[in-house]
């Protein structure tokens, strides 16, 4: 005896079990793929954005991609590894200033004139920076 696969049909098309759940993979995959592509296509612009804040805001105190200043620290080191600093302890910087807590140079004053939406961006180039030096 020969089991025989059900069919199905989808958009008008007949087709058994198994083509019809590489048909939802395939779906699945193309969806999954395009909002990937977009996501990395904005990311890079507002990497691109974040940059423009951080060097006008941050990079005074923090030197020229995160490299620190005899003003405050390097964000490229492994104090601000996401998992030691998350992206709220940045916002909070921003927001609020820290004290001194790790490094010699005082405390950060809460820096005036930045929203969220470019703290946002900001967090979004020290992270693509840290990346591209190895930091995680």
Not at 25 to 42: E, H, K, L, M
Not at 64 to 82: E, M, Q, W
Request: some cysteine; glycine content about 8%; aromatic content about 10%.
């Amino acid at each position: 005896m020969v089991n025989k696969l059900k069919t199905v049909t989808f958009v008008g098309v007949e087709m058994n079990h198994f083509k019809g759940l590489l048909l939802v993979v395939a779906v699945i995959f193309g969806c999954v793929f395009t909002i990937n592509a977009a996501t990395a296509a904005s990311t890079s612009d507002d990497v691109k954005k974040g940059e423009a804040v951080y060097n006008a805001k941050c990079a005074k105190c923090h030197g020229a991609k995160g490299v620190g200043t005899k003003s405050g620290p390097p964000l490229i080191h492994k104090f601000y590894h996401p998992n030691h600093h998350s992206d709220v302890s940045f916002y909070w910087a921003v927001e609020r200033g820290v004290r001194a807590h790790h490094w010699n140079f005082g405390d950060m004053p809460k820096v005036d004139g930045v929203s969220k939406d470019d703290t946002a961006l900001i967090i979004k180039y020290v992270r693509a920076i840290q990346k591209q030096a190895g930091l995680f």
